[in-house]
């Protein structure tokens, strides 16, 4: 065994799919949690996100530890775009490498999609998700993004 310290604690966690609706109230909490990085919406009523896992039931990952909800991600694939949600991690699991393994599976199973581009929106006073971003390959686009109610 080496002596070095594990300074990878990645393998201590595990990633697998959102299951309706049991893991709904330890998700909400996670975001809840999360600061104002994260904006809990109409979109994450409890019937809202039953419609999203009826549609990309195998997009939206949690990242598990000793039974624990520590993080999340929810992706979405419409057949030309892909998008990335709600990407948290709790507080106590962050710089551990736990958004990118996340970030890792989703984009696994978007190119097996066929995604070849996605997007995620982010609120510009979160540096500290924007300093991820940048880091991470994500190219900020000079454009207006408009959303309308129905
Ligand atoms: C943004 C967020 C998801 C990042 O989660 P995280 O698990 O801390 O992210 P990671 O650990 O994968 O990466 C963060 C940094 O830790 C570093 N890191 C990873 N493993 C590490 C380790 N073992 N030791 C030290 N640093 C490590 C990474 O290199 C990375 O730094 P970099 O950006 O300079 O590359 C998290 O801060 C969060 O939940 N924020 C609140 C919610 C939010 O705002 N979400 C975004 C909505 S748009």
Redesign the pocket.
């Known amino acids: 065994m080496s002596d070095q310290p594990d ?3 990645r393998h201590l966690f595990s990633i697998r799919e959102f299951v309706f609706p049991q893991d709904y109230p330890a998700v909400i909490a996670l975001w809840q949690a ?2 104002e ?2 904006q809990i919406r109409r979109s994450d009523r409890l019937e809202e996100i039953q419609k999203k896992v009826q549609r990309d039931p195998d997009l939206f990952l949690l990242a598990e530890h000793q039974g624990k909800v520590i ?1 999340s991600v929810m992706g979405g694939f419409d057949g030309r775009r892909g998008m990335m949600y ?4 709790a507080l106590e ?9 996340l970030v890792e599976e989703l984009e696994k199973r978007l190119r097996m999609k066929g995604c070849i581009r996605y997007y ?4 510009k006073d ?1 540096h ?2 924007i ?2 971003y940048e ?2 390959g994500w190219e900020l686009m000079d454009l207006y993004t408009y959303a309308k109610d129905l």
């Open positions: 300074t990878d604690a999360a600061g990085g994260i993080g709600h990407l948290a991690v699991y962050r710089k551990q490498g736990l958004a990118t393994l995620l929106l982010v609120t979160n500290t998700a300093q991820y880091n991470h």
